[in-house]
């Protein structure tokens, strides 16, 4: 699996508990759709959101944050290497 990172925008204002939230919506449906959702940070202030996911696809990650509450993300990007 690979790992990728996605971008929302347009959620300025974003709370600690609503990221949270997401986050938990996100891993009650992960293995449903074969991912890991691995982290989430937020600027609330510029509205954008990362999500780092562990996945078989783009498709995979989209479908994750379809079935956990459909704040789709407007980029995803493959991240295969780290350090």
């Known amino acids: 699996m690979t790992r990728f990172m996605d971008v929302h925008h347009g ?3 974003i709370t600690a508990e609503q990221l949270q939230q997401g986050r ?3 891993l009650a449906v992960e293995r449903e759709v074969g991912a890991h959702f691995e982290h989430a940070w937020a600027d609330p ?3 954008t959101v990362y999500c780092l996911t562990e996945a078989a696809s783009t ?4 479908q994750l ?3 956990s509450g459909g ?3 407007d980029e995803i990007h493959s991240v ?3 350090v």
């Open 11 to 13: 959620m300025q204002g």
């Open 24 to 26: 938990q919506a996100a």
């Open 45 to 47: 202030e510029s509205g």
């Open 59 to 62: 498709e995979v990650v989209q």
């Open 65 to 67: 944050h379809e079935r």
């Open 71 to 73: 704040n789709v993300p």
């Open 80 to 82: 295969p290497l780290s």
